[in-house]
């Protein structure tokens, strides 16, 4: 057992039960958990925490009977990487992990839930090499954070947020949406970020940044075995200061079949690097689709105002919500809203249906987004005061939790300045 101990109270679970957009646990790795529960009720929130994204990569198991049945376990069986154990509050804490500490394997970490909140008995459990103490009741965040606290540095839980922007239908607009919102993380947050285009055949980030790279996310999908951080940074194609392209290589000879975890390394490694990455997932309804819509940290979907468009983003809504019951809920935005001549279904209704209001609604205005899509820019380049443009940082805010960077002053001769250079 090792000596990196900290307490929760039950304010701070309560807190925690609903996570702030400034909370990021990041994901835990293929470790293996056994749980030794004494009630029902912590046993049950062990399970859900279980199925929580971000211990998808862990084997959970649980069983009843404390800390009696963890001593038991291990007298002839290897110890997991991590040990949840309740303690019954009439039993001797101290002299049962003592005699865990027998038969307990070097290297393994042990997380206890107890119901007593003493600081003498807490600084006893750190003496013992205890990583975690929670005080019951227990919610399914806080043991999932518990246990992914574990295998992060606290100073890097900021790092690896992955936004995921989806289609309720194509041609929507989600691609030119999700470009526009990583410039806008990317130069008025200036937040470090990677756009990663997952629509291998037919992506249009190159052409919208005005890139063409020559490597891009295939020749990581196709070697996963090669995936670390120097490969995906020779992969990475520079857009500006703070964000680099994942380009898709937009060709079809190839037939692009994944299975279901075949981007989990590309992820995996872009969050040990990346502040921010915005996935750009095409529209359709795979296994590897699903995955990373429910691994991403928030979720944007994209819709326009038609039936269609409402049927399908209150499914993807109502599933991903479901999928991702300790996160907060996806995010959705109204897109080409305004059509001359065209019914829509306005932005009441479809909060009505989803139970949620839209972010922003986009208006139509097909001349700038147009020329926007043909000259290889964003709206923020060719207007910077645009509605849109507006509209994009305040989506990225609320992805990312942050408010706008204030951009230094200049001197009051800088106008002059720049007219002379000008000319």
């Given at each position: 057992?090792i ?6 109270s039950?304010d701070?679970q309560?807190?925690a039960a609903q996570?702030?957009p400034?909370?990021?646990i990041?994901p835990?790795p293929?470790v293996?958990?056994q749980?030794?529960c004494e009630?029902?009720?912590?046993a049950?929130a062990?399970q859900?925490a279980?199925e ?9 198991k649980?069983q009843m ?5 963890a001593?038991?376990?291990y007298r ?6 991590v ?6 509050p ?5 002299a049962?992990l ?5 038969v307990?394997?070097?290297?393994t970490r042990?997380?206890?839930?107890g ?14 090499g ?5 005080i019951?009741p227990v919610?399914?965040i ?7 606290g574990?295998?992060s540095a606290p100073e ?6 992955i936004?995921?922007v ?5 041609g929507?607009g989600a691609?030119t949406?999700a470009h526009?919102v990583?410039?806008?993380?990317a130069r ?6 990677v756009v990663?285009?997952?629509d291998l ?5 190159g052409?919208?940044?005005n890139?063409?790279p020559?490597?891009?996310?295939a020749?990581a999908?196709?070697?996963p075995?090669?995936?670390d951080?120097a490969f995906?940074?020779r992969l990475?194609?520079?857009?500006t200061?703070?964000?680099?392209l994942?380009?898709?290589?937009a060709?079809?000879e190839?037939?692009y ?9 590309i ?5 040990t690097t990346?502040p ?6 095409p529209h359709?309804?795979?296994g590897w ?6 691994s991403?940290d928030?979720?944007?979907i994209?819709a326009?105002p ?10 993807m ?10 996160d907060?809920p996806?995010?959705y935005?109204?897109n080409q ?8 279904i306005?932005?009441?209704?479809f909060a009505?249906?989803i ?12 001349q700038i987004?147009?020329?926007a ?10 207007s910077?005061?645009?509605r849109a ?23 009051f001769?800088a ?5 002379l250079?000008a000319?």
């Amino acid at each position: 057992m090792i000596s990196y101990a900290r307490q929760t109270s039950e304010d701070e679970q309560t807190a925690a039960a609903q996570p702030t957009p400034e909370e990021h646990i990041a994901p835990a790795p293929r470790v293996s958990v056994q749980a030794f529960c004494e009630t029902v009720e912590t046993a049950a929130a062990v399970q859900a925490a279980g199925e929580d994204r971000r211990l998808d990569k862990a084997h959970l198991k649980i069983q009843m009977g404390g800390m009696a049945a963890a001593i038991e376990a291990y007298r002839s069986a290897p110890t997991p990487n991590v040990i949840i154990l309740e303690t019954d509050p009439r039993s001797d804490i101290l002299a049962g992990l003592d005699q865990l500490a027998t038969v307990c394997d070097a290297g393994t970490r042990v997380i206890v839930i107890g119901r007593v909140n003493d600081v003498t008995l807490y600084r006893e459990l750190v003496r013992r090499g205890v990583s975690d103490y929670v005080i019951a009741p227990v919610v399914p965040i806080k043991i999932v954070g518990s246990i992914c606290g574990l295998f992060s540095a606290p100073e890097a839980r900021a790092v690896g947020r992955i936004i995921a922007v989806v289609g309720a239908k194509g041609g929507v607009g989600a691609s030119t949406i999700a470009h526009n919102v990583a410039w806008a993380i990317a130069r008025d947050l200036a937040l470090d970020s990677v756009v990663a285009d997952l629509d291998l055949a037919f992506g249009t980030a190159g052409l919208d940044y005005n890139q063409d790279p020559p490597q891009g996310i295939a020749d990581a999908v196709f070697s996963p075995d090669r995936v670390d951080t120097a490969f995906i940074d020779r992969l990475l194609s520079k857009c500006t200061d703070h964000l680099s392209l994942l380009a898709a290589p937009a060709t079809l000879e190839r037939v692009y079949d994944f299975g279901t975890e075949a981007f989990d390394s590309i992820f995996d490694t872009l969050r040990t690097t990346m502040p921010c990455i915005v996935l750009d997932v095409p529209h359709q309804w795979s296994g590897w689709t699903k995955r990373a819509l429910v691994s991403a940290d928030d979720i944007l979907i994209v819709a326009a105002p038609d039936l269609a468009n409402l049927r399908n983003a209150k499914n993807m809504y109502d599933l991903l919500k479901a999928a991702r019951p300790n996160d907060r809920p996806p995010h959705y935005c109204l897109n080409q809203v305004g059509v001359p001549k065209r019914p829509e279904i306005n932005a009441n209704e479809f909060a009505k249906a989803i139970e949620s209001p839209p972010v922003v609604s986009i208006p139509f205005d097909p001349q700038i987004f147009g020329a926007a899509a043909n000259n290889g820019q964003m709206i923020a380049e060719i207007s910077a005061n645009h509605r849109a443009a507006e509209m994009f940082l305040q989506i990225a805010q609320r992805m990312t939790g942050r408010g706008e960077t204030k951009k230094p002053r200049g001197s009051f001769i800088a106008p002059f300045l720049e007219k002379l250079r000008a000319k």
